[in-house]
C-alpha cells in the first residue's frame, strides 16, 4: 500500500497564476516531507522541504504547507512559470529511516 | 551545492549479460547512498540502502543476488544488474545526503541511467 499519494497525475496552470500541487500520506511517523521537480530522463532536483513541526515553509515562489490533522500537504507555486512545467514528485522521510518515499508524481504543465 | 555524478547515462546490453552503474559524490562524503528505480509514470521504488563498508540493506521483492551494490568508500556506490534480462530494463537513480546534513536540506540525485536490456 502506497504511504504517499498524489492522486492527481497531471495539471496544467496559465503563466502566471497559482500552480498547486497536492500530497496525501497515512504514515504518521515521518518527520520530513519534501518536494522534487523532475524532467525526463534525469535525476530529481530538491526544491522545498518541510518539517512535520511546522506548518508552512516559503522559499521564494514555492511555498510548502503542511495539514498534520489531515495527513496532506501541498505545494503552491506563484507565478507559474513556462520553465516550471515537469514532474512534481512528493516525498517523505521516515522517523526511523534515512530513505525517501516517493509519490507517483504529478506532470504539471505551464502554458504561455 | 552538493553534486551526485552518475555513470552511465544510457546502457544498452544483451540478455544475460551484467551492467555496472556507478554514482559518486563529488564534493561530499556519503556513508549512505540509495538506489531507485523508476518504471513510465511509475514513482521512484527504494530498491537498496547503500552502506559504506557494509553490506546494502534490501528492499522486500528486490533480489540480492541480481543487483548487486558495493558501497567502498564514502564517494562510490555501484549497483551491478547480473544476469541482465528485459523486464530488467528502467530508469535506475541513485541519492545521497551528505553527512551531517539534516534532511531539510533536501537529498541530491544522480541524473540517472536508462538500462535497456535487448
Known amino acids: 500500500d502506497q504511504q504517499v499519494k498524489q492522486n492527481s497525475p497531471s495539471l496544467s496552470v496559465q503563466e502566471g497564476r497559482i500552480s498547486i500541487l497536492n500530497c496525501d500520506y497515512t504514515?504518521?511517523?515521518?518527520?520530513?516531507f519534501l518536494w522534487y521537480k523532475k524532467y525526463p530522463a534525469e535525476g530529481p532536483t530538491f526544491l522545498i522541504s518541510?518539517?512535520?513541526?511546522?506548518d508552512k515553509n516559503e522559499d521564494g515562489r514555492f511555498t510548502v504547507f503542511l495539514n498534520k490533522s489531515a495527513k496532506h500537504l501541498s505545494l503552491h507555486i506563484v507565478p507559474s512559470q513556462p520553465g516550471d512545467s515537469a514532474v512534481y514528485f512528493c516525498a517523505a522521510k521516515p522517523q526511523a529511516g534515512t530513505a525517501l518515499i516517493f509519490g507517483k508524481g504529478t506532470t504539471l504543465s505551464v502554458s504561455s | 551545492g552538493a553534486v551526485v555524478s552518475q555513470h552511465p547515462s544510457r546502457v544498452i546490453c544483451k540478455s544475460g549479460t551484467s551492467v555496472k552503474i556507478e554514482c559518486r559524490s563529488l564534493?561530499?562524503?556519503?556513508?549512505?547512498m540509495f538506489w531507485y528505480r523508476q518504471f513510465p509514470k511509475q514513482s521512484l521504488m527504494l530498491m537498496a540502502t547503500?552502506?559504506?563498508?557494509?553490506?546494502?540493506?534490501?528492499e522486500q521483492g528486490v533480489e540480492k543476488d541480481k543487483f548487486l551494490i558495493n558501497h567502498a568508500s564514502l564517494t562510490l556506490s555501484t549497483l551491478t544488474v547480473t544476469s541482465a534480462h528485459p523486464e530488467d530494463s528502467s530508469f535506475y537513480i541513485c541519492?545521497?545526503?551528505?553527512?551531517?546534513?539534516?534532511?531539510?536540506?533536501?537529498?541530491?540525485f544522480g541524473s540517472g541511467t536508462r538500462l535497456t536490456v535487448v
Open positions: 564534493d561530499f562524503q556519503a556513508t549512505t
Open positions: 504514515n504518521s511517523m515521518f518527520d520530513y
Open positions: 541519492s545521497a545526503r551528505p553527512q551531517g546534513q539534516g534532511a531539510g536540506y533536501g537529498y541530491t
Open positions: 547503500s552502506n559504506e563498508g557494509s553490506k546494502a540493506t534490501y
Open positions: 518541510i518539517s512535520s513541526i511546522k
